[in-house]
């Protein structure tokens, strides 16, 4: 009995010893400076950004349009409208073919086929690729097709490629999450597998989906590199007016604006964080009001 006792408490004493351990302590500790270094640091950033910019946030920001000599009297708009171009052609493109291929894969889809399986190992590398590579994948995409690179529909189809896993994925996740009573009550009521998926289980899963869709366009909205290596411009004096016109958007301006050396164009960049930083926040908050609002709770 007393060798049992020994070998029951054995894994309990170790793992008490383990937790308090000097390099447990140690990495814990390690682990807090990090995550307290990383926070002074971006409220630094966030400060100086408000500090800087809040006097630039008058009419002139989004009513002109940017300057490369005067910008006392520069301004974002053709920015911010460009951005709304690309994230609303963006969400066009990527919503209804995000949301119908989680449906596919959750409800429909055959795991013991090949290929189903090759598109859920895909989906998981994707989701971690870096977004500038989806830049290259469409200057690629687009030379093949003779689509110029440097107009909305270019943008567009890049960042659609950078936040489609992600919606896939968080279409699958909310879906999974709705109870298999609702789908099985459906179908013995004579419902089609179709019809229930339409009628009960899609509607019944829709907060997580537009949760997590918002959550990826903001996402989208603040990428600047596969834009840039599309060989979005820098300077537009002039608003979008189509798929195929030429555009920038918040975060090339803003990179544009901070490499120039005259103090004002500095702050022109902080006026145009804290505008960016507005809108994301924003969808964010957007996002957990349809969470609070219409989740379920099983």
Same mark, same amino acid.
């Given at each position: 009995?007393?060798?049992?006792?020994?070998?029951?408490?054995?894994?309990?004493?170790?793992?008490?010893?383990?937790?308090?351990?000097? @390099?447990?302590?140690?990495?814990?500790?390690?682990?807090?400076?990090?995550?307290?270094?990383?926070?002074?640091?971006?409220?630094?950033?966030?400060?100086?950004?408000?500090?800087?910019?809040?006097?630039?946030?008058?009419?002139?920001?989004?009513?002109?349009?940017?300057?490369?000599?005067?910008?006392?009297?520069?301004?974002?708009?053709?920015?911010?409208?460009?951005?709304?171009?690309?994230?609303?052609?963006?969400?066009?493109?990527?919503?209804?073919?995000?949301?119908?291929?989680?449906?596919?894969?959750?409800?429909?889809?055959?795991?013991?086929?090949?290929?189903?399986?090759?598109?859920?190992?895909?989906?998981?590398?994707?989701?971690?690729?870096?977004?500038?590579?989806?830049?290259?994948?469409?200057?690629?995409?687009?030379?093949?097709?003779?689509?110029?690179?440097?107009?909305?529909?270019?943008?567009?189809?890049?960042?659609?490629?950078?936040?489609?896993?992600?919606?896939?994925?968080?279409?699958?996740?909310?879906?999974?999450?709705?109870?298999?009573?609702?789908?099985?009550?459906?179908?013995?009521?004579?419902?089609?597998?179709?019809?229930?998926?339409?009628?009960?289980?899609?509607?019944?899963?829709?907060?997580?989906?537009?949760?997590?869709?918002?959550?990826?366009?903001?996402?989208?909205?603040?990428?600047?590199?596969?834009?840039?290596?599309?060989?979005?411009?820098?300077?537009?004096?002039?608003?979008?007016?189509?798929?195929?016109?030429?555009?920038?958007?918040?975060?090339?301006?803003?990179?544009?604006?901070?490499?120039?050396?005259?103090?004002?164009?500095?702050?022109?960049?902080?006026?145009?964080?804290?505008?960016?930083?507005?809108?994301?926040?924003?969808?964010? @908050?957007?996002?957990?009001?349809?969470?609070?609002?219409?989740?379920?709770?099983?």
């Amino acid at each position: 009995m007393a060798s049992i006792g020994a070998v029951a408490t054995a894994p309990l004493r170790a793992r008490k010893a383990g937790e308090n351990s000097p @390099a447990s302590i140690g990495f814990l500790v390690t682990l807090w400076v990090a995550v307290a270094v990383a926070m002074i640091c971006l409220l630094t950033l966030l400060v100086t950004a408000f500090v800087d910019g809040y006097p630039r946030l008058d009419g002139a920001l989004f009513t002109r349009y940017s300057s490369r000599v005067i910008p006392e009297t520069a301004g974002a708009r053709a920015a911010i409208l460009g951005s709304m171009w690309v994230i609303g052609t963006t969400a066009l493109l990527a919503i209804p073919l995000g949301i119908a291929a989680g449906v596919y894969l959750e409800e429909f889809a055959d795991e013991q086929r090949w290929y189903n399986r090759l598109i859920e190992v895909n989906l998981q590398n994707l989701a971690a690729v870096p977004a500038i590579v989806y830049g290259m994948l469409t200057a690629g995409f687009a030379l093949a097709i003779g689509l110029e690179r440097r107009v909305v529909l270019a943008g567009a189809i890049a960042l659609s490629l950078l936040i489609l896993p992600v919606i896939i994925i968080t279409t699958r996740e909310a879906l999974r999450a709705v109870p298999a009573e609702i789908r099985q009550g459906s179908l013995a009521l004579g419902a089609t597998p179709l019809q229930t998926v339409w009628r009960q289980t899609l509607p019944s899963a829709l907060p997580g989906v537009a949760t997590g869709t918002i959550l990826a366009l903001s996402r989208a909205l603040g990428e600047a590199a596969p834009l840039l290596l599309l060989g979005g411009l820098v300077f537009v004096s002039y608003d979008p007016n189509g798929l195929m016109s030429g555009f920038t958007t918040l975060p090339i301006q803003i990179f544009s604006w901070t490499g120039q050396p005259q103090e004002e164009f500095q702050e022109l960049a902080s006026a145009a964080i804290i505008v960016l930083l507005g809108l994301l926040l924003l969808m964010n @908050a957007l996002a957990i009001i349809i969470r609070n609002r219409y989740q379920r709770h099983w």
